[in-house]
């Protein structure tokens, strides 16, 4: 709302009364003596604070001669949106230091998300390769315990988030259509990945995945009209070049790649293209939704809870698809979930081979749920762009992990032959993009009242 200034005739041979925005909410006095007519009941103006702070409501109330008051919105004066005509809203204005402050809080609030989202993405690789020990035999199970264990979760977390009126009704009545969207490209991204990675080799697979942040850029040109600086795109070419010399350098990666075939590889590549266009349709929810709710932003867990359980759907439409893919007969799918409940609560006969049950994966499961929390607020405060380069960062550092003596793994890996001068060019990467911010949509700031 643009800011303004009210003027109050006051009388002939009187000064306007001049109405200015005060810095926080204050109440102007009873107008002097001599401001009075016949004892008619006085001008008084009221402020009323806004509740997040973005305006003032200045609300012109009249007192009588016995101090009754008579408002304008019927109430308390603490409601702005039920101010009457005689109420002057001032819209909020911020001067250059304020601006630059705001923006300086921005900065850090990013840089802190995404130091904790690179935290728990390599938790995540770690401990997935950790879970894996005990469920080896039943990665098929781990899968779809940690899509169905996400739904329940997720919704009981939004359950008491909307108790604790966090969450409120109108962020449970946005369109469902977009959630549905993200569940559907999820379950294909997640198909498509598993199918083209039962074929692929390891060390190919994280140099594949550095196609994820070229189309996480394209989309984001397409769909959300961003345009990013020559050093932003230098930057991220960096970062996937030296993921891929970190990755690739003394492994076997490229000769992989050509004994799997070009249409193993080119899925795969689709699989990223799935995930890319889901993080890019978040993006536009999240800036949907400041438009649908005035301002606020949806609650994290409307996101994840209703886009985790479309996800589940549609996994349960192809698990003969996914089954198959897994080499397990869909006749026989029940009694492998029910033999990989019995590994993962590490209980019966079937038990033997299943060390580190259930802890291990109990703590993949907390982990990838929590970098999925902390992928998709780095998100919701910056840009698909953004929160990719934080989960590429994790890459060389799982690599450097999986170096040290790590239990249940046995002997430790030695590091490619190009990890040092790989991790370099992803530091320098960063560092060129970070040179200057990401062009985001902003909306002007009011400016300045006139006096």
């Given at each position: 709302?643009?800011s ?6 006051a009388?002939a ?11 926080r909410a204050?109440e102007?006095?009873?107008?002097p003596?001599?401001?009075?007519w016949n ?5 008084v103006?009221?402020t ?7 305006k ?14 008579d ?15 005689c ?13 630059g402050a705001r923006?300086?809080d ?6 802190v998300?995404?130091a ?5 993405g390599?938790?995540?690789r770690?401990?997935?390769k950790?879970?894996?020990v ?5 990665p098929?199970f ?17 359950y ?7 969450v409120t ?11 549905l ?9 997640a ?9 692929l080799?390891?060390a190919s ?6 196609t994820?942040?070229v ?10 009209g ?15 070049i030296?993921v ?6 003394g492994?076997s ?5 050509k004994?799997?075939?070009i249409?193993?590889?080119l899925?795969?590549i ?11 349709l ?5 800036l949907?939704a400041r438009?649908?709710?005035k ?12 886009g ?10 192809l698990?003969p698809?996914?089954?198959k ?5 869909f ?10 409940a ?7 006969t079937l038990?033997?081979?299943c060390?580190g049950?259930p ?7 907390v ?13 919701k ?12 960062f ?12 790590l ?7 030695s590091?490619?032959?190009?990890f040092?001068?790989g ?22 700031a009011?400016s300045?009242?006139?006096?």
């Amino acid at each position: 709302m643009m800011s303004c200034i009210r003027r109050v005739w006051a009388g002939a041979g009187a000064p306007d009364i001049r109405i200015r925005e005060h810095p926080r909410a204050s109440e102007i006095p009873h107008l002097p003596r001599k401001f009075r007519w016949n004892q008619r009941p006085e001008i008084v103006l009221r402020t009323t604070p806004s509740r997040h702070l973005r305006k003032v409501v200045w609300a012109v109330e009249a007192a009588g001669p016995g101090g009754a008051w008579d408002r304008s919105d019927g109430g308390d004066g603490t409601d702005s949106s039920k101010a009457g005509l005689c109420s002057y809203a001032v819209g909020e204005y911020r001067t250059a230091e304020q601006e630059g402050a705001r923006s300086q809080d921005r900065r850090v609030d990013v840089a802190v998300a995404a130091a904790v989202t690179v935290v728990l993405g390599v938790g995540n690789r770690v401990l997935y390769k950790l879970a894996l020990v005990p469920l080896k035999h039943y990665p098929f199970f781990l899968a779809q315990l940690a899509t169905f264990g996400y739904v329940i979760v997720y919704f009981s977390v939004l359950y008491l988030r909307y108790r604790a009126g966090i969450v409120t009704d109108e962020m449970l009545s946005m369109p469902k259509a977009p959630f549905l969207a993200v569940g559907l490209l999820e379950a294909l991204g997640a198909v498509t990945g598993m199918a083209a990675g039962a074929i692929l080799s390891g060390a190919s697979i994280p140099v594949l995945s550095q196609t994820f942040l070229v189309w996480q850029i394209l989309l984001s040109i397409i769909f959300l009209g961003r345009r990013y600086k020559v050093n932003q795109l230098l930057g991220c070419c960096f970062v996937a070049i030296g993921v891929i010399i970190t990755v690739a350098s003394g492994s076997s990666a490229g000769h992989s790649l050509k004994e799997a075939g070009i249409f193993w590889s080119l899925l795969m590549i689709v699989s990223f293209l799935f995930q890319a266009a889901d993080t890019v349709l978040k993006e536009v929810i999240f800036l949907d939704a400041r438009q649908r709710l005035k301002g606020s932003s949806v609650d994290l867990f409307v996101v994840n809870s209703f886009g985790s359980a479309f996800q589940a759907i549609f996994i349960c439409l192809l698990l003969p698809f996914l089954s198959k893919l897994w080499g397990i007969p869909f006749g026989q799918l029940p009694n492998y979930l029910k033999d990989g409940a019995a590994c993962f609560l590490n209980m019966g006969t079937l038990s033997s081979g299943c060390d580190g049950a259930p802890l291990l994966p109990l703590l993949f499961v907390v982990v990838n749920m929590g970098f999925n929390i902390s992928l998709l607020h780095l998100l919701k405060i910056s840009s698909a762009v953004v929160s990719s380069l934080a989960s590429t960062f994790s890459v060389p550092i799982s690599v450097y992990v999986f170096t040290l003596p790590l239990p249940y793994l046995g002997v430790a890996a030695s590091l490619p032959t190009g990890f040092v001068s790989g991790t370099i060019i992803l530091v320098i990467g960063l560092l060129i993009y970070a040179w200057t911010p990401s062009v985001y949509p902003t909306s002007a700031a009011p400016s300045p009242p006139n006096v």
